[in-house]
């Protein structure tokens, strides 16, 4: 009798370590880029409707299932490199906490799962969830080896959760330049990661992702130039120009919390040397929550009150 509660007891213990294994490897902190999906929502004064909201947290949330099931896909493809990087050797597949096995099955319940009800939500939103995930397919098994086209790739993943948000309502005031926004400020976070992985990883950065024999810190620092000043402009462009918006140009004065924001970044990944999980960054940057935080506000008082 002891025995058999003993194995009972085992077993159990195995399969809460191997959810929790397989909950790690979805990357629920990462949920948080999908927040994106709201950008139609806010920007076309819908924050206040309730079927547009509630609409865009479904679509927030398949989002999310759909982003697991890339992760996924990605830590299977990527098993041998992550076990000789410093820090992605201890994730659930290269450690081996999780079996590859249930890793494919919770790929493909994932994927098969969110585009099934995102065509019942939308056959917009369906398309952009399988346009998303062929991205990722492309881009884990060859855009990643292609120089430029890399970072072009994760960014386009990005402006595809923009358009997920307009796909579940019926924009009127959405700016095509908040698109192109969004695309410049992806690329200035995945040039940041990409920073950071050449410091960290130093002379042996070839030897976990071979892309990075590439890129050097000079051209890095010199797309990050370009992609800064280029985001700037089409943040500001959209305030001055943008249809839908106040006559009086309020909007302008969320242009200090996006500079400011840029600014901290940047602070942190040239002085500090963060930059390699922006969304921790986010997690864990007060300056930075508070300056995010004073910009949303902004942004809800001028599109909802004046």
């Known amino acids: 009798m002891n025995e058999s509660k003993l194995t009972i007891a085992g077993t159990g213990k195995r399969t809460m370590d191997m959810l929790s294994a397989l909950l790690a490897s979805m990357r629920p902190r990462q949920w948080s880029k999908n927040a994106f999906v709201f950008v139609p929502l806010i920007f076309d004064r819908k924050l206040l409707d309730p079927n547009s909201l509630v609409r865009t947290l479904i679509a927030f949330m398949l989002l999310c299932a759909m982003s ?31 079996s590859p096995y249930l890793a494919r099955i919770a790929f493909v319940a994932l994927a098969t799962s969110s585009l099934a009800a995102g065509y019942v939500l939308s056959p917009m939103l369906a398309a952009v969830l399988l346009g998303y995930l062929l991205l990722q397919l492309a881009y884990t098994f060859r855009l990643k080896n292609v120089v430029i086209l890399d970072i072009l790739a994760v960014a386009a993943g990005f402006v ?33 990661k990409r920073r950071h992985e050449l410091v960290l990883l130093g002379q042996g950065a070839g030897e976990h992702r071979a892309i990075l024999t590439e ?18 402009i089409a ?30 970044y940047e602070y942190l990944v040239y ?4 930059g390699g999980e922006p969304e921790e960054i986010l997690l864990r940057d007060r300056p930075l929550q508070i300056a995010l935080v004073l910009w949303a506000l902004t942004v809800v008082v001028v599109l909802y009150l004046f």
């Open 160 to 192: 595809l959760r923009i358009g997920a948000g307009v796909a579940v309502i019926s924009v009127v005031r959405f700016s095509p330049w908040l698109y192109v926004f969004g695309g410049f400020l992806a690329l200035f976070l995945v040039v940041g």
């Open 235 to 264: 943040y500001s462009t959209y305030t001055f120009l943008a249809e839908g918006l106040p006559t009086n140009h309020t909007m302008m004065l969320t242009i200090p919390f996006v500079l400011y924001g840029f600014f901290r």
């Open 271 to 274: 002085v500090r040397g963060d």
């Open 215 to 232: 890129y050097n810190l000079d051209l890095i620092d010199r797309m990050q130039s370009i992609v800064v000043t280029s985001g700037l």
């Open 68 to 98: 697991s099931a890339v992760y996924l896909m990605n830590d299977l493809a990527d098993i041998e490199k992550d076990r000789l990087h410093p820090v992605k050797r201890h994730r659930p597949l290269a450690s081996g906490r999780l």
